[in-house]
């Protein structure tokens, strides 16, 4: 017996589509496993940076800056309320200037030039 597929034709799926306003024709190889992983990889080496500052904060600001860890404990409460609350900030931008897609790809690409510029004021310091 064969197997029937699921998706019948090319009809274009109703309510759906892409960042130009298409419509999505079922089984147009748009998004699926691709976009599945760079969303995944995004969301890895955010949380990844999200806990690895996180933990490190504390240290750094009683340390080198020689706050009181009540400030520092402050400090790294308003930093994380901030990480948290920003997707709210992200969501409005997307929903009602960017679009979904454009505002992924904007925000990436920021992520990575902050990524890739944090060292360098380590480097600038401690350069001796």
Known sequence: ??????????????????????????????GGWTSAFFIIGVE??????????????????T???RESTAEAAAAVNVWSGMALMLPLLGAFVADSYLGRYRTIIIASILYILVQCLNPLPYFAIYDE
Not at 3 to 28: F, T
Not at 49 to 59: M, P
Request: hydrophobic letters at 45%.
């Open 44 to 61: 890895m080496a955010e949380r990844f940076a999200y806990y690895g500052i996180g933990f490190n904060l504390i240290n750094y600001l």
């Open 1 to 30: 017996m064969e197997s029937e597929p699921l998706i019948r034709g090319i009809a274009p799926i109703v309510g759906v589509v892409d960042c130009r306003g298409r419509s999505i024709i079922a089984g147009s190889g748009k």
């Open 63 to 65: 340390g080198p800056l």
